[in-house]
């Protein structure tokens, strides 16, 4: 054996090397600078590299490699996080880094506590990771391996039995199985031989894995579409394709003309509209608190010029903005408090309003002031914009009594990062929503591969609950997606835009997620846990035993052993 081959240096360069494929395939497999759409296929062997590591390391060296391979990997995903702010980026990077130092020792304690079927242990243990790593006030659900499939329309529609969750284990398990065979191989040119061996000896999971394959797409063939006899909602959807916090009051009027005239435009067209949806915080100043306190006369008269739009428009209006109102401080005085909120308007009436319950970490609210006193002032000096939590998953509801419409539109409004949240969107079926309508800023990041990143998200939301939904951007991806994940149509991005779509309105027949949730992703976290617990203790009583001398025989005993 040639003992170059087999030096701490190669070994560092090919374990650098899978590292460095491993952050490239991850980042390919979703839309990014090089595919506008991503490799959905790539997906499915993405993590190959990332598997065959964790097998070639010590499990001390593992807490490294795994660090680098997160740092890597979403700074090539998530490169654009640095449009936003220098720290954004740099938060994201670390969190990552800290995340997967740690659940690659978990990968290499599989292969050491289960030395043949290790691969089945480590695909439970990435799945439990996924999931776990959207939960919290860290959570963030960028990168999960499912969302990949996102055009991939008969594999995502096991999402309505298992939300993305059963995707990510479809996805996932060839990547732990071939990272399995291939570190069987000692050289290139042993490949072919080390993965026949692997499969005459681990075919029942390769066959189990095919045959649940070939149900999911049956599945997903037989469930799509078939919506023609469904009653249809016209939602007319506004992208004025400007960031609105960017600027000032100047800029603030000029925007209120370009929601205006492509309202306009999108009313005067065939067929009309039942409704018109501006985005995420469309219009800045707090109509609200500018209506009722008139403490700033400039922005009270911008608020003053849009009720008087909407006092003529027939049809109702959904719009984002920053609800701020006075509200009882607990101790018997008064303070201001502001939400990310949506408002439905029937003329210049007010008739509901919805206050954002999952609000984005560091960017929107920061709830560790006394124990982070520093991060907390680096955040307000940086202009963050703190709201307060909503408390209520809120349906709008609307008369449409057109030939063909639903007669009452009920829908709910997710605004921007919470339709990346399965449960969410969840929350609002079941209270009641037939239809969901987003609203999203986007436009901060500069970059169509983040808003065709927060699409992927979006798409499931529609699967997992069968309901269409449309979403209405200030940049892109302004679209209308069918309760099966197909997108029907699409708003060019970053461009002055306006899209009328016709979308079903489902009002029955909730699916296996909407009744359950999460429950696949819990089922995850219970298994690799269970599995490395039990793992260990066997691997504990194997070694006491081992460390027992074994008992001498005596006398008549012995004797009857020698003959």
Partial sequence: MNPIANSPFRRFVVNLGLAALGMLLFALSFPNPLVEKGLPLAAWVAWVPVFLLAGRVSLPASILWGALYGCGAYSLFNYWMGAFHPMAGLIINAIYTVYLALVFPLLRLARILFPRRFYLIQWAIWLAYEYLRTLGFLGYPYGISGYSQWEIIPVIQVARLGGVWAVCALVMFPSAWLGAALGEADRPGAIPGALAGFFRREWASALCWGVCLCLALGYGIRVRGGYEDAPHARIALIQHNTDPWRGDMDEYRQNLRVLSRLSDEALRADPKPDMVVWSETAFVPRIYWHDNYRDDQESWALVRELLNYLSWQEVPFVLGNDDARLEGDGRGGWERVDYNAVLLFEGAELRDLYRKLHLVPFTEYFPYERQFPMIYEALVKADTHFWKKGKEAVVFSVDVSRPGGPGTLKFSTPICFEDTFGYLSREFVRNGAELIVNLTNDAWSHS???????????????????????????????????????????APPFTESWLTVEVPVLTGGTTLYTARGDYLGGFFVALAAALLILGAVFRILFNIKKLIPPRKETGSSARRSFV
């Fill in 448 to 490: 169509l591969p983040a808003q065709n990143q927060h699409l992927t998200m979006a798409v499931f939301r529609a699967v997992e609950n069968n309901r269409a939904m449309v979403r209405s951007t200030a940049s892109g991806q302004t679209c209308g997606i069918n309760p099966d994940g197909r997108v029907i149509a699409l």
